[in-house]
């Protein structure tokens, strides 16, 4: 099987890594800069590179998509006569309503675009950072749609296995976006306005401990990526930061009524919900 990675930033080389360790020698990678394409062909982790796909899509059984959410449907356009038949399309996105219904509207019915999700990345962009330990344990999510074909749909659900996701779940778009908010980009906002509300100048490096550590690494924020995803899944994201911000007003009036009870009871409360996660 010919596969050709689009965009080989911190995830599209970590798909082309995790391809090389599981057996796949025939990878080629797209990449409008041609740096990456030589640091990855360098690597071995494609046999070829090319800044557009005009001629290697024309023979690529599999194509895997790794760019950001408004690129996405300008490939798709501007390649829409280069796919092979019977090609199968695939991305890792991480919202998918904004894009989904204008691809379907352009798309050959001769190509499967199976919209997926790696619930794996870093903080860290670009190839120099891509490893396919990132996807080892991870989660995966498929939003199909009903012109998917099942035995397409288990390709990739066994590429995900193959390459080191420990489970793959099937849901809708809305619900992926939904669920998305809450356990990604909810996470990336808390983070940023945890370190942004520090005081400016201070020595904070000196005292911070596992929590504060591990609360802000995600911190680290492509700006470019995260602001299409929170834009792109806003209605979601704002919801999500809502009931935050209602849980967040519980634990302050509590601290401030002296309200040791009330404390205790959503520090028990939050104990066991974790657990069960």
């Known amino acids: 099987m010919r596969v050709v990675v689009v965009g080989l930033g911190v995830i599209g080389g970590s798909f082309a890594m995790a391809l090389k360790e599981c057996g796949y020698e025939d990878v080629y990678g797209i990449d409008v800069d041609r740096e990456t394409l030589i640091k990855a062909k360098n690597l071995q982790l494609i046999k070829d590179g090319f800044v557009d796909g005009k001629e290697i899509l024309k023979t690529a059984d599999l194509v895997v998509i790794s ?16 796919f092979k038949d019977g090609a199968i399309i695939t991305d890792a996105t991480g919202i998918k309503k ?13 190509i499967d675009f199976i919209f997926g999700h790696p619930m794996a990345g870093r903080e860290k962009k670009g190839i120099d950072f891509a490893t396919n330990d990132v996807f080892k344990g991870a989660n995966y999510i498929l939003t199909p749609i009903k012109r998917n074909k099942e035995e397409n749909l288990k390709l990739i659900e066994s590429l995900a296995y193959k390459i080191g996701f420990k489970r793959v ?3 809708t778009p ?3 976006d939904e669920m998305i908010g809450f356990t990604s980009q909810l996470p990336h906002a808390l983070a940023v306005a945890l370190i942004n509300s520090d005081i400016e100048g201070r020595d904070t490096g000196s005292f911070i401990g596992d929590s504060y550590r591990d609360l802000t690494r ?9 602001s299409e995803l929170f834009l792109g899944n806003k209605e979601n994201l704002l ?5 935050f911000e209602i849980e967040l007003d519980k634990l302050k009036d509590a601290i401030r009524d002296e ?3 009330s404390l205790k009871k959503l520090f028990i409360k939050s104990t066991k919900r974790r657990e069960k996660l």
């Not at 760019?67 to 280069?82: A, G």
């Not at 995600?218 to 995260?226: K, P, R, S, T, V």
Request: aromatic share 10%; hydrophobic share 40%; net charge negative.
């Open 174 to 176: 809305e619900y992926h």
């Open 218 to 226: 995600i911190a680290n924020i492509n700006e470019n990526l995260w």
């Open 239 to 243: 919801k999500c930061i809502e009931s």
């Open 98 to 110: 904004m894009f989904i219904q204008d691809i379907i509207d352009v798309l050959p019915e001769n």
């Open 169 to 171: 779940k099937r849901i």
């Open 259 to 261: 309200d040791k009870e």
């Open 67 to 82: 760019i950001y959410p408004k690129l996405v449907k300008q490939f798709i356009i501007s390649n829409i006569d280069n």
